[in-house]
């Protein structure tokens, strides 16, 4: 599996790498931070249990989702119920607005592989953002190929 990691952060150019990396096949799990999305629920993102979100998109909301869509990404994040304390990636000074800013996309064949997504709110990382955590198990099998006979 080939990841890859990405702080969006207000950036066009940050935006459009990770489209292009995530188009040309070079990213199996996209590790993102701060796609600007706010305010209500996740809308319109196929096979993510969007019930369980914190937000709603906004201008690049939309853009994710329909990213998502197009090249066949999940947002695991959403894939599990968690308590509201839970789900919030990012606390504003004065804790007067908690957003869930930060996401982990993985491909749709991989999305069985994502056992647990949680935020660790207590962990001391000298950030604004609460530490997002993912465990996945993957199972690797051999591929077995088959060689044409050759003639003769």
């Not at 119920?81 to 504003?92: D, E, Q, S």
Request: charged share 25%.
């Amino acid at each position: 599996m080939r990841f890859l990691q990405i702080n969006l952060h207000h950036s066009n150019s940050a935006t459009a790498a990770l489209y292009q990396q995530v188009a040309e096949g070079k990213a199996d799990i996209a590790l993102i931070q701060e796609p600007c999305l706010y305010k209500g629920r996740i809308r319109g993102l196929n096979n993510t249990g969007e019930q369980f979100t914190l937000l709603h998109p906004v201008i690049r909301g939309h853009m994710l989702s329909d990213f998502c869509e197009r090249n066949g990404l999940i947002v695991t994040n959403t894939w599990f119920k968690r308590p509201k304390r839970r789900l919030y990636t990012w606390k504003a000074p004065g804790d007067w607005r908690r957003l869930k800013l930060d996401y982990i996309l993985v491909k749709h064949r991989f999305g069985s592989s994502a056992k647990n997504v949680k935020t660790l709110p207590g962990a001391d990382i000298d950030s604004d953002h609460n530490l997002l955590v993912a465990k996945f198990r993957t199972r690797l099998k051999k591929i077995i190929r088959f060689q044409k006979r050759r003639p003769g």
